[in-house]
C-alpha cells in the first residue's frame, strides 16, 4: 500500500464508534438568510439565501473570488456577516434571542453552536509539536471532555479509517502532505460534527497525492451520514459525492440541481461557460 493510496478493503462503517455522529433526518441543518459579507468596497455575498439540509452532500462550485470559501469561513466563525442571519441546527450562529430581539451573540453561544461543524483547510493545520495521534485527541479531550483513552480509541478507529494507522507516533513533519491532509480529516471527524466543510482539501498537494485523499472522502460520503459542504475545483469529484451542486457568480447562487443536472445539462451560460473551463 502506497503512503498516499487509500486502503483496499476499507470499511468505515465498521470502524466503530469513531463514525458515530449526531443522526441525520433530512432536516434543514444550514440556512443563510439574506447574508452579505464585504471586504472593503468589495462585497464577496450578496443578500445570500441557501440551506443544506442534514445528511446532504453540497459541493459549491465557480469561479475565485465568487464567495465559497467565504461561506465556510462564516460557518467556522472565522469571519462575520454584515447583514443577514446563519442558523446551524436551528440556532442562530452569531447571533441570539435576548428579550425578543436578535443580538449579537456572546462567546459561550457561538461556541456551542460552532462545535457541530469540523472543518478541512486547504493547509492543513496541523500542530506541528504534536505527534499524530495526539493533534487528533487535543480538541476531544479539551473541548468535548472526553477521557484520554476515549478519545485515543476514537483516533485509533480514525486512522485506520485514512489509511495512516502505523503513523501515529510520527509528527507533521515527517509525513507527506497527502498523509497531512488525511490526518486533518481524521482530526476534523474526531469531533463528532454534524456538518464537515471542505475547503479546496487538494489544491496545496502535489497532483499525484490528491487520489488518496479524495478517496478517502469518497468513502466517508459514501459509508457515513455526515453532511459534507464542499468547495472544490475537483469536478469528477463534486459529480461523485453530491446531492446538490450550487454555481456561484458574484456572490449569489446563480443555479442550482443535482451533479447530473449541473454537469450535463446547465441552464445558465455563465455555467456553461465556467464548466467549459474547467472540465
Sequence with gaps: MSADTNPADTNPAENGPALVNPPVDGSELIRFDKVTKRFGDNTVLDRLDFSVDSGKHVTLIGP??????????LLMTLAEPDEGTIRVGGEYLTHEERGGKLVRAGEKH??????????????FNLFPNMKVLRNITEAPVTVLGLSRDEAEQRARDLLELV?????????????????????AIARALAMRPQVLLLDEVTSALDPELVAGVLDVLRDIARTT????????????????ISDQVLMFDSGRVIESGPPEKIFSEP?????????????
Excluded: W
Design 163 to 183: 489509511g495512516l494507522t502505523e503513523h501515529l507516533d510520527k509528527y507533521p513533519t515527517q509525513l507527506s502532505g497527502g498523509q497531512q491532509q488525511r490526518v
Design 225 to 240: 451520514d455526515i453532511t459534507m459542504l464542499c468547495v472544490t475545483h475537483e469536478m469528477n469529484f463534486a459529480r461523485d
Design 110 to 123: 457561538v461556541r456551542e453552536v460552532r462545535k457541530n461543524i469540523g472543518m478541512v483547510f486547504q493547509q
Design 64 to 73: 475565485s473570488g465568487s464567495g465559497k470559501t467565504t461561506i465556510l469561513r
Design 267 to 279: 441552464e445558465q451560460e455563465r455555467t456553461r461557460e465556467f464548466l467549459s473551463a474547467v472540465l
